[in-house]
């Protein structure tokens, strides 16, 4: 088993924030996704911010907490000068993703004396270089020397496996499996292991037998590992330099479909993607990215792109724009459940049209070709946000959403809410007093009349940030010919906000 240096930046995308958008770290600070906390600086957890917590359950717990949207790019993109400044003591990094690297110990620790004085001194040199803090860990495998990073540690050599029996199974970072095992009174990564493999790949899949070997921590050695051959790399050279970050990375994901579909025809796929570039001014571009689990065609793609963006846009260096771009697969394993099956793929059709919104995408450009992606929210504009193809769509929210808007949902949402108005029988406009009180019966929609009606539903959003509060009420009407509208009345004004089929 190879012994395994990995090196892990706490709280990652906090410090990129910091590093970045100059975010102050040392407050309490949350980063959001799919509203949702995702990561938080230590003044937040000292508050009772958690990752999993929702937003307004989080700024609940912490009214000054500093909230920062996720941005994987922006990640990359600050932890370029990291890596530079490990690849400055040693070689051969590999990227396992933003904030966390890993690298063989063995040199290393025979330059520096042993792996606590190699750990001290690319602890010491990113301090220095790159005014960050980070933890170092090593133990047999990748996996294994990323636990042992978040305390610190050095795992004695051949105790790995003894390291890895206790830690708990939510450690192997799959929800499925960990919930499916639990529930089967599986707690731990050591009971885990203890289970026959051939049992685990035949009960659970390929993923889940990956992750077997993880708990065992022989992660170096995952299933038919071997060389990939040389025809499976993929590269092009740009006519122009490219420049621009989205135009680089449109490219790259043109590459990532390319090598996913040739690596897919062998019955292959890829762990570890190795990224190579040259500049307009002739200097080679390298870094390998690694992944323990399989790398699909838009995962090949985000890592792409991140990359990319670290090499364009970071500050204190000026490559120039790219003139080639290659990738290889710098690790692959054997997966049938690549290969087209007996009968023929069931997967054709959404293939054929994912490669057609692409193309859409190459004549017109990578934002414009949008798909609709479930988010929370009280309102129904709210319950749909655009994300362009192929980019990550991030996960559904949970429901319910409290205080949301009752079913029926509307058919139209319009982007622009239109103006309204509601009168009562003798044509007096109709409002709603602070006891949620009507001042009127609603008997006319400007001169349509109102055959019957529901509401009003209060939402009181961010009282407690007059800046950002929004306080309105909701009602659902149908006028006498069959037309029904969502209504919402805020300071004083009617709008439509959506139209019911």
């Given at each position: 088993m190879s012994r395994t240096l990995y090196v892990w930046c706490p709280d990652w995308p906090v410090i990129a924030a910091g590093l970045v958008e100059g975010v102050p770290v040392h407050e309490p600070v949350a980063v959001l996704a799919a509203n949702r906390?995702?990561?938080?600086?230590?003044?937040?957890?000292?508050?009772?911010?958690?990752?999993?917590?929702?937003?307004?359950?989080?700024?609940?717990?912490c009214p000054y907490l500093v909230v920062v949207l996720d941005d994987p790019a922006r990640d990359a993109r600050a932890f370029e000068p990291v890596v530079e400044a490990v690849e400055d003591l040693v070689a051969g990094v590999e990227v396992i993703r933003p904030g966390a690297a890993a690298l063989a110990a063995r040199g290393p620790s025979r330059y520096f004396g042993s792996e606590a004085g190699a750990a001290e001194r690319i602890v010491e040199h990113i301090a220095q270089t790159c005014r960050v803090e980070a933890q170092i860990g090593v133990a047999d495998g990748v996996f294994a020397a990323g636990l042992a990073a978040r305390t610190g540690r050095l795992v004695p050599d051949g105790g790995t496996?003894?390291?890895?029996?206790?830690?708990?199974?939510?450690?192997?970072?799959?929800?499925?499996?960990?919930?499916?095992?639990?529930?089967?009174?599986?707690?731990?990564?050591?009971?885990?292991?203890?289970?026959?493999?051939?049992?685990?790949?035949?009960?659970?899949?390929?993923?889940a037998a990956l992750a077997h070997r993880l708990a065992g921590g022989r992660d170096e050695r995952p299933l038919a590992v071997r060389q990939p051959p040389p025809d499976l790399d993929?590269?092009?050279?740009?006519?122009?330099?490219?420049?621009?970050?989205?135009?680089?990375?449109?490219?790259?994901?043109?590459?990532?479909?390319?090598?996913?579909?040739?690596?897919?025809?062998?019955?292959?796929?890829?762990?570890?993607?190795?990224?190579?570039?040259?500049?307009?001014?002739?200097?080679?571009?390298?870094?390998?990215w690694r992944h323990d689990g399989l790398l699909t065609a838009a995962a090949i793609a985000d890592r792409v792109r991140w990359q990319l963006d670290g090499w364009l846009t970071r500050s204190g260096r000026g490559p120039g724009g790219l003139v080639r771009l290659r990738l290889y697969p710098d690790g692959?394993?054997?997966?049938?459940?690549?290969?087209l099956g007996l009968w023929g793929d069931a997967g054709e059709d959404r293939d054929r049209a994912h490669r057609a919104l692409t193309r859409v995408q190459g004549l017109l450009g990578p934002d414009a070709v949008y798909t609709a992606v479930p988010a929370g929210g009280r309102d129904p504009g709210d319950r749909i946000r655009l994300v362009p193809w192929g980019d990550e769509r991030g996960s559904e929210p949970e429901l319910p959403w409290p205080g949301g808007l009752p079913a029926p949902s509307p058919a139209t949402v319009p982007p622009v809410p239109l103006p309204a108005e509601v009168y009562d029988a003798d044509g007096a406009p109709v409002g709603v007093t602070a006891r949620l009180e009507l001042t009127g019966v609603p008997a006319r929609l400007g001169t349509d009349p109102i055959a019957g009606w529901a509401g009003?539903?209060?939402?009181?959003?961010?009282?407690?940030?007059?800046?950002?509060?929004?306080?309105?009420?909701?009602?659902?009407?149908?006028?006498a010919d069959g037309r029904a509208y969502l209504l919402v009345l805020s300071a004083g004004a009617w709008t439509i906000q959506g139209v019911y089929d």
């Open positions: 906390v995702v990561a938080c600086s230590a003044a937040a957890r000292a508050e009772g911010v958690r990752p999993g917590l929702r937003r307004r359950e989080a700024q609940g717990r496996s003894d390291f890895l029996a206790d830690i708990d199974i939510a450690a192997l970072d799959r929800p499925e499996l960990v919930d499916l095992l639990r529930r089967l009174g599986v707690r731990t990564l050591g009971g885990f292991a203890a289970l026959p493999a051939a049992d685990v790949l035949a009960r659970f899949g390929l993923d993929v590269g092009q050279v740009f006519d122009e330099p490219l420049e621009r970050v989205d135009t680089a990375a449109f490219a790259a994901r043109q590459l990532a479909e390319r090598l996913h579909a040739r690596l897919a025809g062998h019955g292959l796929a890829c762990t570890r993607l190795g990224i190579a570039a040259l500049t307009g001014h002739g200097e080679e571009l390298h870094r390998t692959v394993v054997e997966y049938a459940g690549l290969q009003p539903w209060p939402v009181d959003e961010r009282w407690w940030a007059p800046a950002e509060a929004s306080r309105r009420v909701r009602f659902q009407v149908r006028l």
